[in-house]
C-alpha cells in the first residue's frame, strides 16, 4: 500500500507542468560588440529538435548574417567573443549545412537583418536538443558579421563574432 502511494506521488510530479517547462525552455540574453545587451532568445524543445525565436538589435542593417551554436558557454566582448570557442560538433563532422562531410550540429541557416538593424527570426535545429544528447544548454548562440558560404571550413568564411548569448 505504501509504494503505491510512492508510485502515484512520482507520477503527480513527473505531469507537474511547472516541472516539465524547466527542462523543455531555456533563454539567452545577447551582448554585443560593446558588451552590453542587444537581444534576447527564447528556446523551446520538441521531439525532434530545439526552437530558437531570437530578436537582436544593434546588428549591420540590410544583410545576411551567420547564425550559428558554438560550444563554450562564455560570451567575453573584450576578446571579440574567442570565450565561446569553436562551433558546437559533437560529431567531428566538417562545418557547413550543405558541406559533403557536413554540418556541425550548431550550424543553421544565415539570418536576415532589416533596415532597422533588428534581426527577428524563428530556428529550428533539430540536430541538438536542450538537455538531452547533443545539448546545448551552458552553450552559446552567436551572431556573426558576414553570411556562411555553408561549405568553407572551419566555420564557412562569417567573420567577426557581432552577438552572442550563453543559452540558460
Ligand atoms: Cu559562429
Known sequence: MKAL???????AAAGSPVLA??????????????????????????????LIELEISGL?????VAFHIHEMGKCD?????????????????????LAANGPHAGDM????VGQDGVLR????????????????RGRTLM??????DNRSQPSGSSGKRLACAVVE
Open 121 to 136: 527570426a524563428q530556428v529550428f535545429n533539430g540536430m541538438v536538443t536542450l538537455d538531452d544528447k547533443n545539448a546545448i
Open 143 to 148: 551572431i556573426h558579421e558576414n553570411s556562411d
Open 60 to 64: 549591420p542593417a540590410n544583410k545576411w
Open 77 to 97: 566582448a573584450a576578446h571579440g567573443y574567442d570565450s565561446a570557442g569553436g562551433h558546437f560538433n559533437p560529431d567531428k563532422a566538417e562545418h557547413g549545412l
Open 5 to 11: 502511494l510512492v508510485i502515484t506521488l512520482l507520477a
Open 21 to 50: 517547462q524547466e527542462k523543455q525552455t531555456a533563454v539567452a540574453n545577447f551582448v554585443g560588440e560593446d558588451g552590453k545587451q542587444s537581444g534576447r532568445a527564447a528556446l523551446t524543445a520538441s521531439k525532434t529538435g530545439v
Open 109 to 112: 541557416p544565415n539570418q536576415y
